[in-house]
């Protein structure tokens, strides 16, 4: 059986076509999967922000009632707060260049 070549030529065209059909297929279908995973993680961050800023709003003032104590206690220490001040800045200093 002999085949000319334009029959493999047409049937060469017929496969392109048909592979052009199943990767246009393809890529429509991750396309859709890529949006809606995109809509899931911006829902999941939204929600995460959202339970953190209750969180945080909640946690604000008993945050502030601690630095105004903390900053009492160094206003009425002043020498401890000093040696505070250079055991942490000496600790950083030997933790960066420790490397």
Known sequence: MATTR????????AQVAQLTKQVSSLTK????RSASAL??????A????DGFYDRFT???????????????TAQDNPMTTALVGVAVFGLL???LTRR
């Open 6 to 13: 334009e029959e493999i030529q047409s049937d060469l065209e």
């Open 58 to 72: 909640d946690a604000l003032p008993a945050m502030r009632k601690q630095a105004r104590a903390a900053q009492k």
């Open 39 to 44: 809509a899931e993680g911006r829902e999941s």
């Open 93 to 95: 200093a030997a933790l």
């Open 46 to 49: 939204s929600e995460f922000y």
């Open 29 to 32: 279908a991750m396309s859709k």
